[in-house]
């Protein structure tokens, strides 16, 4: 049974789901809602709780764009809005994080490099990404102070509409277009109200786990918006219990896709050790990733399908990012 990450539990709780899942009794990850394991999850790195998500403030960044409110995950302050999408019909959040330098007036009249992030589980209602879960943030504004990373903005919509819609961030006949509203909808939106470099060289995307499957796919169903994918502990066959076979769904699969791919993309593909179909998934992909796209995988020693380890790759995550994606630019 393939394993869905949670956001983080405590240790005891996490080896406890492990060991359900060699009895192949563990729940679907998926089904489990953020902060599952109460107030210590949060402490361990897992959403903020309601109460660390107060809004401190409601602004816009373009006189006819989204009204965003601030918010603060316990790490550093977010910008939520509720985006009606016009392409898809569809209504989500999405979150965003600009870096220290967005509003820094040396950089004032320059676009930055932008990450669209997809979180592990069900993504309904949270994005792991906002909060203390991966630290990413904190990485990104330290090494980007000291040069060692580029100011990206994070782009970290959620994933579907509700934990029991499995769409797997793909339009799939007779539900909601949520494929389109991630690969459409949220683009045109950040390219609107934020200083966000073309796409192309200057876009990124990631996810872990079941938010892998999303950023490998919607970078291959947009060739040319993407210069670069990670994927930590993916898949690129969709898992869903919602009706998919069809040809036409068959056909947006990562697998079906990569081989034929027109474009060029950097992919970094992340695995554990310690988690063998998760190596499997990687190093099977890697071989269907065509020039001149390039892919490495990367094996972490004693790595685990767990949101600890998702969070140790940040480091090489975004050195990654820094080295195949443009950085900030005048307009």
Known sequence: MRFRALPALPALLAATVLVAGCSGTAPDHRTMPPGAGGSSATAAGGPA???SQTPTATRTHTPDG??????NFGAE???ETTLQGAASGVTMKVWVWTPPQYDDPAYVHKDFPVLFLYPGGDGATYNNWTDRSYSAQEVVDSGSRDGSVLPFVFVMPEMQVSKDVDTECTDIPGQPKVGTFLDTDVPAMVQHDFRVLPPGKGWGTAGASSGAYCAAAIALRKPGE?????SIAGYFDMETKLPHKDAAT??????ALAPTFPGTLAWLLVAG???PEDVTQAQRFSGLVKSPS?????????????TTSFKAAMPEVFAFFSKHLSGPRPQ
């Not at 068959?250 to 697998?255: M, N, S």
């Not at 390039?294 to 767990?306: E, F, I, N, P, R």
Request: charged share 10%; glycine share 8%; proline share 5%.
């Open 226 to 230: 993407y210069g670069a994918v990670v």
């Open 77 to 79: 302050n977010v910008l």
């Open 250 to 255: 068959l056909a947006q699969y990562p697998t």
């Open 273 to 275: 050790t310690d988690s």
């Open 294 to 306: 390039t892919a490495q995988v990367s094996l972490q020693d004693g790595g685990k399908h767990l």
């Open 66 to 71: 989204q009204q965003f409110v601030t918010k």
């Open 49 to 51: 709780s309601p109460s």
